[in-house]
């Protein structure tokens, strides 16, 4: 069995083999698709946010039309009510993440050789302990690359995903986008369009403030997430409630700290839209979004996931997942199959404090 540990507590040898795993991941094409291993994630992560999701009872959709009536026939139909998704904004953002987080690992141990790899996990409320200035310099950018250069546009320079600085003639090559030996991101369609951004607490809103200067902390953590009394609520989207509703919590649209959305918006550049797994540390963020779903897990044993059933399309316990559905790959794989933890475990990082 895996076991996931902090990367604080891993070593520098266990760091270089996560690395080169996730290197050989990227420049691995074994399908006729043209993408690679590492790619596919990406593109699978953004479809996911354009797969949204309705209501199977009537209810629901005759609110939708009687709604769609207010507004201009060319309003986006993904903006009615609600943006809820197969992967984001509702009940199974938590579940869909996991078996996610599950395949990638299961990638990462096929390349290595070990099926006791374990994905390192970046327990960022640790770093949101530490004073504001040296948020940038946590243990996870020592081996990820660090910040971006804000001299072009936010292009990382350092670690082993960034661009040559050295070689500026990159910055105008339309060629380099075909040269696997570079970690180039991709678009939401698989093409390849760009170098890994960052803006680490620089993040600006459109009004030219700064979305998220620091990192959640362990005591947003504590308070306002292991204290949320259940899963979800009846809404099952963003406007879940705060004391009820544990995975719109954690998830970052209810309560004050934003937990995982805060970290994509502090993080910035590559890790802003949906196609947010191009940045690697996107992995290491969500597997400790994934940690505390199972602390809270321990802590509230009685309370089960919600919604069971009648709740909206692919959310429910007994719902088959996009892209997992048979469809769109050959697995079929519902919440249920998801939630499990029996493959994998956490380990508590070092001088944590719950």
């Known amino acids: 069995m895996a076991t996931r540990r902090s990367i604080r507590a891993i070593t520098a040898s266990e760091k270089q083999d996560f690395v080169d795993a996730l290197l050989f991941l990227k420049h691995e094409r074994n399908g006729q698709d043209g993408l690679s291993t590492y790619d596919r994630y990406v593109v ?28 201009p026939p060319s309003q986006p139909d993904a903006l009615f009510l609600t943006r809820r998704n197969a992967a984001h904004r509702g009940p199974a953002f938590l ?29 960022w409320e640790h770093d ?67 170098f890994l951004r960052r803006s680490l607490g620089r993040t600006l809103d459109l009004a030219g403030n700064v979305v998220a200067p620091t990192l959640p902390d362990s005591s947003h953590v504590n308070d306002a997430v292991m204290n949320a009394a ?33 970290i994509h918006q502090w993080v910035g550049g590559s890790m802003g839209p949906g196609t947010s797994p191009n940045d690697p540390v996107f992995f290491l963020h969500h597997c400790n ?32 997942m996009y892209p997992w559905n048979g469809k769109q790959t050959n697995l079929s794989i519902t919440v249920e199959n998801a939630a499990r933890m029996d493959d994998f475990d956490y380990a508590a990082p070092p001088q944590f404090m719950v």
């Open 128 to 194: 949101g302990n530490l004073p504001a200035s040296e948020q940038i310099n946590a243990a996870v950018w020592d081996f990820l690359g660090g910040d971006g250069d804000i001299a072009i546009q936010n292009i990382v320079t350092s670690g082993p995903f960034g661009f040559d600085v050295n070689d500026a003639a990159l910055l105008t090559d339309p060629t380099v986008f075909d040269d696997p030996k570079i970690w180039i991101t991709v678009d939401p369609l698989g093409h390849r369009n760009g």
């Open 230 to 262: 259940q899963y979800d609520d009846g809404n099952w989207d963003e406007r879940s409630s705060a004391t009820n509703s544990f995975r719109c919590v954690l998830e970052g649209f209810t309560g004050p700290s934003g937990l995982h959305n805060r």
């Open 289 to 320: 979004v994934d940690r505390i779903w199972s602390l809270w897990e321990s802590e509230h044993a009685g309370q089960e996931y919600k919604p069971q059933s009648n709740g909206p399309i692919g959310h429910n316990w007994t719902d088959l």
């Open 95 to 123: 579940p869909w993440h996991r078996e996610f987080l599950r395949q990638f690992e299961a990638d990462l141990q096929r390349v290595l050789g070990n099926p006791d790899f374990g994905l390192p996990y970046w327990d």
């Open 44 to 71: 699978s992560h953004a479809q996911s946010m354009n797969q949204y999701s309705r209501y199977e009872s009537d209810l629901r959709p005759t609110m939708i039309e009687r709604f769609r009536q207010t507004l």
